[in-house]
């Protein structure tokens, strides 16, 4: 039995809806559904199905990609803090915002050089598309799916040119921030952790059986920048694997 919905389901449901990519592990969606299942939140899980037109999705949210997150007849979500706040309200324990304001800060701040603009996940992105369109390096993309990509999230020129400096800075402070402690901020799981280790597939992504991403996105994120790969701590990659094996789904449900 499909794990998905229509879109046409989906929009016509009450309670919380989610679109996604079956069998693509887009790390922003990965990352809300982490959320939604540490918090035991009820979500229904929906994907273009073979019998709507191409665009379904478009026509319903317009042209955000995904995740796009529905609750009852509220705005459409489409933006990882949106999503993180809306989970908290509908299930508030286990916690994943921490009450303390500075650590509060601190969440929003790592998050957002985790999953927001020219963050690392942004910022990879860009690499990939741009070895894709034969810009350098192996390709991660078949060229029209490149220049679907690139006409689609923009590929700024000067943002390419920084885009690799800027994943390896995160990185090192990543790896710097998690030595010596079991989590990224206080001593349990935070929303932050979530975003580390769903995002962390776009470089070392769990093995098959574990995620099983249809191939050429297996393929995609499978690093093989060496200055990218050595920016990560073991204890850093230690915690991709406790989060998972932890708090997260094994196989991940694509």
């Known amino acids: 039995m499909s794990r998905y919905v229509s879109i046409a389901q989906a929009k016509q449901s009450p309670g919380?809806?989610?679109?996604?990519?079956?069998?693509?592990?887009s790390p922003w969606t990965e990352a809300a559904?982490?959320?939604?299942?540490?918090?035991?939140?009820?979500?229904?899980?929906?994907?273009?199905?073979?019998?709507?037109p191409d665009g379904a999705l478009v026509a319903w949210a317009g042209e955000v990609g995904v995740p796009v997150v529905a609750y009852e007849n509220e705005k459409l979500r489409t933006g990882w803090a949106?999503?993180?706040?809306?989970?908290?309200?509908?299930?508030?324990?286990p916690a994943l915002i921490p009450a303390d304001a500075a650590q509060r800060a601190t969440l929003f701040g790592l998050a957002h050089e985790i999953c927001g603009e020219m963050g690392f996940g942004w910022a990879y992105r860009l690499l990939?598309?741009?070895?894709?369109?034969?810009?350098?390096?192996?390709?991660?993309?078949?060229?029209?799916?490149?220049?679907?990509?690139?006409?689609?999230?923009?590929?700024?020129?000067?943002?390419?040119r920084s885009a690799k400096a800027r994943v390896i800075d995160i990185l090192r402070m990543l790896s710097e921030r998690i030595a010596g402690r079991r989590y990224l901020i206080?001593?349990?799981?935070?929303?932050?952790?979530?975003?580390?280790?769903?995002?962390?597939?776009?470089?070392?992504?769990?093995?098959?059986?574990?995620l099983p991403a249809v191939p050429m996105i297996r393929a995609?994120?499978?690093?093989?920048?060496?200055?990218?790969?050595?920016?990560v701590s073991n204890e850093l990659r230690a915690l991709q694997r406790r989060v998972y094996e932890t708090h997260l789904e094994l196989p991940v449900p694509l």
């Open 16 to 25: 919380l809806r989610m679109a996604c990519l079956r069998g693509v592990p």
């Open 33 to 52: 559904r982490g959320v939604f299942f540490v918090k035991g939140i009820a979500c229904l899980y929906a994907a273009q199905s073979k019998d709507e």
């Open 82 to 93: 949106e999503i993180l706040i809306l989970a908290e309200r509908l299930q508030s324990e």
């Open 128 to 160: 990939m598309i741009q070895q894709s369109l034969g810009h350098g390096g192996e390709s991660n993309f078949p060229a029209g799916v490149a220049n679907r990509l690139a006409a689609k999230y923009g590929l700024n020129p000067t943002h390419v």
């Open 186 to 210: 206080g001593a349990s799981l935070s929303a932050v952790d979530i975003y580390w280790a769903t995002f962390a597939n776009l470089i070392m992504p769990l093995s098959e059986a574990e």
């Open 220 to 231: 995609a994120y499978t690093c093989g920048d060496a200055e990218v790969l050595g920016a």
